[in-house]
Structure formats: structure tokens, C-alpha cells
């Protein structure tokens, strides 16, 4: 089993920045593939950024891709997610998730989910 706890989420204007945290916690994360998706009210859950267990290779979503960054530390069991020129529209519960294959942009391939943490951006 594999504990996910996110965290940095909050209120922001419009183009501020914000920058995700998932710790993980119960096996060694470098054993995953690891994902963020986002959530907002009335919509499904979708899919942000992704990142392989080795070799730091990432995936984007069209609609974050060189706005957001995703990155690991795989000594502090951790995941980031930082997001600049932050849109309305991307205000959000974003989720991280662990992947014990390879990284996927299709939530049901993710094995274990953090609770989510709330991303609200104010025009």
C-alpha cells in the first residue's frame, strides 16, 4: 500500500503561482510512475502531468503544457507540481496518484490516490 498526502494548494490571483506537494508514504516511491489530475466542480477528473520512475521523463496536458512542471524526489518520497501563470480555469481539487506501470493520462490505470488539495484561482 502507498500513502499519498498532497499539500500547496490555496487562493491565488490570476497569474501567481502555487506549487503542489505529494509525500508518499508506505513504499519507496520510485517504485511508481506518478501523476497529477485535477478536479473542478461539475467536471471529470482530468488528467495535469505525469512523470516515469526514472529518468525524469514528463507528460503534460495541452492546456497546462509550459505553464506547469512536474518533478520528483524520489530521496524525500516526494512529487512537486509547480504551477506559474495560474488561469481561472484552473482552479481545482487536484490529485496525485501512483502508477505502478508506466505513467498514464487515464486516471483508471492509477493504482493509489492522495485526497486532494484545493487550487482556487481568482480573476
Known amino acids: 500500500q502507498v500513502q499519498l498526502v498532497e499539500s500547496g494548494g490555496g487562493l491565488v490571483q490570476a497569474g501567481g503561482s502555487l506549487r503542489l506537494s505529494c509525500v508518499a508514504s508506505g513504499r519507496t516511491l520510485s517504485n511508481y510512475a506518478m501523476g497529477w489530475f485535477r478536479q473542478a466542480p461539475g467536471k471529470e477528473r482530468e488528467f495535469v502531468a505525469a512523470?516515469?520512475?526514472?529518468?525524469?521523463?514528463?507528460y503534460y496536458a495541452d492546456s497546462v503544457k509550459g505553464r506547469f512542471t512536474i518533478s520528483r524526489d524520489n530521496a524525500k518520497n516526494t512529487v512537486y507540481l509547480q504551477m506559474n501563470n495560474l488561469k481561472p480555469e484552473d482552479t481545482a481539487v487536484y490529485y496525485c496518484?501512483?502508477?505502478?506501470?508506466?505513467?498514464?493520462?487515464?486516471?483508471?490505470?492509477?493504482?493509489?490516490w492522495g485526497q486532494g488539495t484545493q487550487v482556487t484561482v481568482s480573476s
Open positions: 496518484a501512483a502508477d505502478g506501470g508506466s505513467p498514464s493520462r487515464r486516471s483508471n490505470e492509477y493504482d493509489y
Open positions: 512523470i516515469r520512475r526514472s529518468f525524469s521523463i514528463t
